[in-house]
């Protein structure tokens, strides 16, 4: 069964450094996403992106945060000055359609020392 | 604004028991309705949703859930517990102005005893 990946899966970093984290999708997906959870809390929607262009985002995605489809496969998000509360696990998630359910990675943890 | 809500941070039943896993939602409109389950280390996993028809919502792995339109409720059931079905359960609603976004509850933590 198709799954979607996610590299690495555990990711420490010193704040102010950029991260990006990386997401292989379902490969006839079309609509593709990232999530978030701080430990112990909700999962948290970041970010959706269709046809090369952010679709949605919440408030949590500001500028320090920005997504990139570079190639026919990856999907990446970029945080271009880590802070503490950067710290989570972090979901990447795909569907074929936005009607559909997502399917997720499993996921890469973030830490930010 | 759409929320779903997991009244039970844990829930422990006995395998071979039935089980349920309680959700509430809010929502202006209809609601599509989702259950998903983590376990240790792995991503989410879909079971199952709700977007219409039949209140009785049949999932994987012999899950299935109820709608309940006056009770604002989709709780998760499973006739006969299994000690596999221990993980992580989240409800989702989908936001209807943007079926891009979710809203995940806070998780129900299942423990299933031999």
């Known amino acids: 069964e198709p799954e979607v990946t996610q590299t690495p899966s555990h990711q420490v970093t010193q704040m102010g450094q950029e991260v990006i984290l990386r997401c292989v999708p379902i490969?006839?997906?079309?609509?593709f996403y990232w999530y978030r959870q701080i430990l112990g809390q909700k999962v948290e929607f970041l970010v959706s992106?269709?046809?090369?262009?952010?679709?949605?985002k919440s408030e949590i995605f500001d500028d320090q945060f920005s997504v990139e489809r570079p190639d026919g496969s990856n999907f990446t998000l970029k945080i271009r000055s880590t802070k503490l509360e950067d710290s989570a696990m972090y979901f990447c998630?795909?569907?074929?359609?936005?009607?559909?359910?997502?399917?997720f990675g499993p996921g890469t943890r973030l830490t930010v020392t | 604004a759409q929320s779903v809500a997991q009244p039970e941070d844990q829930v422990n039943v006995a395998e071979g028991n039935p089980l349920t896993v309680k959700c509430t939602y809010s929502?202006?409109?209809?609601?599509?309705l989702f259950w998903y389950v983590q376990y240790p280390n792995r991503g989410l996993q879909f079971l199952l949703k709700?977007?219409?028809?039949?209140?009785l919502v049949k999932g994987s792995y012999g899950f299935e859930a109820e709608f309940n339109k006056s009770q604002t409720s989709f709780h998760l059931k499973k006739p006969s517990a299994l000690v596999s079905d221990s993980a992580l359960y989240f409800c989702?609603?989908?936001?209807?102005?943007?079926?891009?976004?979710?809203?995940f509850g806070s998780g129900t933590k299942l423990n299933v005893k031999p």
């Open positions: 998630a795909s569907s074929e359609n936005d009607f559909y359910e997502q399917y």
């Open positions: 929502v202006s409109g209809n609601p599509y």
């Open positions: 992106f269709y046809n090369n262009e952010i679709s949605e």
């Open positions: 989702a609603v989908r936001d209807i102005n943007n079926f891009n976004k979710f809203y």
């Open positions: 490969s006839n997906h079309l609509y």
């Open positions: 709700y977007i219409t028809g039949d209140n």
